[in-house]
């Protein structure tokens, strides 16, 4: 793979899919663009409290469609890492993780239905963010 975490020399058909919180003041469309996307399941503190499952996209490939006026946003630790969730319903579709500040990280969990069960398709990947500073290398390469 290459470090944007996609095939190389593969040919891959786009996917959108379609997501956001709870009350539906948040919205958003994510591109895939991965042979074999995979969705990283971290066992850190705040991924284990909300179920969060990551779908790490490069910034291009995310557009929120409405809400921004309904995010708020949550740091902690080293505050690089920012938590968005809706203030209206509370739920915590996307962000901009510490890992890859750059890029999104999606919650397979707030997408649409349909769109949910395309992604529940993806491969699974464990993180042992407990002990985030040890492991950040086996991610670090994920659409950097």
């Known amino acids: 793979m290459s470090e944007s975490g996609l095939m190389q020399g593969v040919s891959v058909k786009p996917v959108a899919l379609r997501g956001g919180c709870h009350c539906r003041a948040v919205r958003f469309v ?21 179920g969060f499952v990551h779908l790490i996209v490069p910034a291009t ?8 006026g309904a995010l708020t946003e949550y740091r902690f630790g ?22 890859h500040p750059d890029v999104h990280s999606v919650n397979v969990r ?4 349909g769109d949910r069960a ?3 398709g993806f491969r699974r990947v464990g993180f042992h963010g407990r002990d985030w500073d040890a492991h950040i290398d086996e991610i670090a390469g994920h659409d950097r």
């Open 118 to 120: 395309v992604a529940e």
């Open 78 to 99: 080293t505050r690089t890492a920012r938590h968005l969730f809706c203030r209206v319903c509370g739920i915590h579709s996307f962000y901009r993780p510490r890992s």
């Open 30 to 50: 994510v591109t895939v663009r991965s042979a074999d996307p995979e969705a990283i399941v971290c066992d850190c503190s705040i991924c284990t409290q909300k």
């Open 61 to 68: 490939d995310f557009e929120l469609v409405s809400g921004e």
């Open 110 to 113: 707030c997408l649409d239905d």
